[in-house]
């Protein structure tokens, strides 16, 4: 078992989100959080930051996407978001597949 007296390091301040998730990526929280005294949070209206874009798509595939949709009976949108997430996340991978993919 753990030593429960052990001193825990101070975290420290960020300049932007980004330095701060770089330091978690390399840091091991337990040296800095005492995970046993640790509790559940919720927060409940916490949503995702967005930004509206703009794309041209042809008609075709946006009728296509409509109907795959309506077809989940989700809003097209939400499916298009989806679908771009899954095709980044392959692509990050670089699981890069074409054709029938």
């Not at 330095?19 to 995970?35: G, I, L, M, N």
């Not at 559940?40 to 798509?57: E, W």
């Not at 978001?81 to 074409?98: H, I, N």
């Amino acid at each position: 078992m753990a030593n429960s007296k052990r001193t825990l390091k101070k975290i420290p301040r960020f300049k932007n989100e980004d330095e701060e998730q770089e330091f978690w990526t390399k840091a091991d929280s337990t040296e800095y959080v005492d995970w046993p005294k640790a509790r559940v949070v919720r927060f409940p209206k916490l949503r995702p930051s967005t930004t509206a874009i703009s794309v041209r798509l042809p008609e075709t595939l946006l009728t296509e996407l409509k109907l795959l949709a309506n077809e989940r009976d989700v809003p097209y949108q939400s499916l298009l978001k989806v679908y771009l997430a899954d095709r980044v996340a392959t692509e990050r991978r670089g699981g890069r597949q074409r054709g029938g993919a």
